[in-house]
């Protein structure tokens, strides 16, 4: 059993990867999710985050409602070993049949990275009453000291003109990317940034979070 090791710096690089998959499979993919058939919830926020609740305050961030589909998730613990350390025990991965039944996705994932899927999710915005610039600030991993690597992938599966906004930890803005059909953006999963809603017509994005070693110890 291998202790966990320290986190490393925020990666503040952002990679934009036009065109990313191949046209005709990214087509099919994007039709099946962007279909009436398509199974998605309602989620009153785009995040949230107790600990936040300060900098919400200070901020006066705006959240609007989201519609959401889970589509894997693995939950797991943080525990401490027989050697007096702490590591992470991986309990349960959670799968939607939509992984498989999404034309494409499995193979969308190994073109993406060779790590494993931690979170995977299909995030849609509407255009919404007097919505802020820009949501809530956040990250989709808070816990790089324990030790993993985490990067955040969003593959956007429409053009629209809800951006998605970067942030330096002072919440300065330091980059917005429009979104654009088959265009993928990866980032460190610890980097604070928010989308937005769109002003016309919907904003569908699938939201993959990837690690390295989350099938076993490191």
């Not at 966990?4 to 046209?23: G, R, W």
């Not at 926020?45 to 889970?70: H, I």
């Not at 949501?135 to 000291?145: M, N, R, S």
């Not at 300065?172 to 017509?201: C, V």
Request: aromatic letters at 14%; hydrophobic letters at 35%; proline letters at 6%.
């Amino acid at each position: 059993m291998k202790k966990l090791n320290p986190a490393k710096p925020i990666d503040m690089t952002i990679k934009v990867h036009e065109n990313f998959f191949d046209v005709v499979k990214f087509t099919r993919l994007q039709k099946f999710i962007l279909s009436y058939n398509f199974d998605i919830t309602f989620a009153p926020g785009t995040s949230y985050f107790p600990s936040m609740k300060k900098q919400w305050e200070e901020n006066k961030w705006q959240e609007t409602p989201q519609m959401c589909r889970t589509i894997f998730y693995r939950k797991g613990i943080t525990g401490i070993g027989e050697d007096g350390e702490p590591h992470n025990f991986n309990q349960m991965v959670l799968i939607h049949d939509y992984y498989w039944k999404i034309p494409h996705l499995h193979e969308l994932v190994l073109n993406m990275s060779n790590l494993d899927i931690y979170r995977m999710k299909v995030n849609l915005l509407m255009p919404y009453p007097n919505a802020p610039e820009y949501h809530v600030p956040h990250q989709d991993v808070a816990w790089g000291e324990r030790g993993r690597e985490y990067k955040s992938f969003l593959n956007y599966l429409n053009d629209s003109d809800g951006d998605t906004f970067f942030f330096d930890d002072q919440n300065n803005i330091i980059q917005r990317q429009t979104p654009k059909a088959n265009t993928m953006i990866e980032f460190d999963s610890r980097m604070l940034h928010a989308s937005s809603n769109p002003t016309q017509g919907p904003r569908y994005v699938l939201n993959t979070v990837m690690s390295d070693s989350l099938l076993g110890l490191d």
